[in-house]
């Protein structure tokens, strides 16, 4: 049994480990916090020009462009967002297994020509050490979201798919439902993909609540299905647009902004995602370090009582003789 000088300084160690890690789940719920208003404040514009610019592309005989043409795929970019430090949980672990599994894939289908777009440095690092051919350093954009920058990247990538150096463009990233629920995904960038969005997917996002607990997730939860009854009522939006000068001017407008705003609504989502899980992860560990410190006090205690104990009975045995 450990003396009660070894317990108390161990009560003292988890203690400092517990003042940590409550300081980093505060710190991650207003990171979260702001990332909330980022995501809020951009995503009424870039759900509804997705909505006019895939409309278009669906609806019109000559609204046809190399953006949205199939083509035999024979080199592949894929964008993977993860994050620049550790202790999130499984958020970049899941990000990487994601990348190499599609990479399989691919190379399952013979083709083999794949350039990464690593935006994150665990990412990065990752591409690295498997030998992977990546584009560039983007770790910057991981901890300061940057939109100018993302338009560089959309307007690299674009510029590489008219030329045909790339036949497919693929993102893999964390999509933010609410603090408590970030759903991995991996969507087509390029080619446009008229068929692949779902525009009430967005409707249940909760950008709002930084708590994560199973009570408040069950109410958000409910609270989100009687807002999406209240919104299926809304008499739903007019798609007879006119279109002025002409649909190719009108496209060659709409589309690099579609882009760019399709980059960096990933970012925020994987932005956001992560502070969620790191407050997450911090939360569970502050929680854990409580449970073991009542077991150390425990233990504390019953040692401390066992040492008098033990003095008693030595000064009553003493006293006898």
């Given at each position: 049994m450990p003396s009660l000088k070894e317990i108390k300084n161990r009560i003292a160690?988890?203690?400092?480990?517990?003042?940590?890690?409550?300081?980093?789940?505060?710190?991650?719920?207003?990171?979260?916090?702001?990332?909330q208003v980022m995501i809020e404040n951009m995503l009424p514009y870039e759900t509804m020009l997705e909505h006019i610019?895939?409309?278009?592309?669906?609806?019109?005989?000559?609204?046809?462009?190399?953006?949205?043409?199939?083509?035999?795929v024979k080199s592949v970019a894929i964008i993977v967002f993860s994050s620049n430090s550790s202790l999130c949980g499984g958020f970049n672990a899941n990000v990487i297994k994601s990348l190499i599994t599609s990479i399989q894939?691919?190379?399952?289908?013979?083709?083999?020509?794949?350039?990464?777009?690593?935006?994150?440095?665990?990412?990065?690092?990752?591409?690295?050490k498997v030998g992977l051919k990546a584009a560039g350093d983007y770790t910057t954009l991981c901890d300061h979201p940057n939109a100018q920058q993302c338009?560089?990247?959309?307007?690299?990538?674009?510029?590489k798919f008219q030329k045909g150096e790339i036949d497919r463009v693929e993102m893999i990233y964390h999509h933010f439902k609410s603090a408590g629920s970030q759903i991995l995904t991996q969507r087509r960038f390029l080619p446009?993909?008229?068929?692949?969005?779902?525009?009430?997917?967005?409707?249940?996002?909760d950008l709002t609540s930084t708590i994560a607990t199973k009570e408040s997730q069950e109410y958000?939860?409910?609270?989100?299905?009687?807002?999406?009854?209240?919104?299926?009522?809304?008499?739903p939006l007019n798609d007879n647009f006119l279109v002025e000068p002409d649909m190719q001017t009108v496209l060659c407008k709409l589309i690099p902004q579609y882009l760019n705003l399709k980059l960096y609504t990933a970012l925020l989502?994987?932005?956001?995602?992560?502070?969620a899980a790191r407050m997450v992860a911090m939360q569970t560990a502050t929680d854990n370090a409580d449970e073991l410190l009542r077991q150390l006090n425990l233990q504390y205690n019953k040692s401390r009582q066992q040492a008098i104990t033990n003095e008693l009975l030595d000064l009553a045995g003493g006293s006898q003789e």
């Open positions: 160690s988890v203690n400092n480990t517990r003042k940590i890690t409550s300081a980093m789940k505060m710190v991650a719920s207003s990171k979260l916090h702001h990332a610019l895939k409309t278009f592309l669906a609806s019109e005989a000559d609204a046809k462009t190399v953006f949205s043409a199939e083509r035999e894939r691919y190379k399952e289908e013979g083709i083999n020509d794949i350039i990464v777009y690593p935006v994150g440095r665990k990412v990065a690092e990752k591409v690295a338009i560089e990247i959309a307007h690299e990538i674009g510029k446009i993909n008229i068929n692949e969005v779902d525009f009430t997917a967005d409707k249940g996002r958000l939860r409910q609270h989100a299905q009687h807002q999406t009854v209240k919104e299926e009522a809304v008499k989502d994987s932005n956001a995602s992560e502070h």
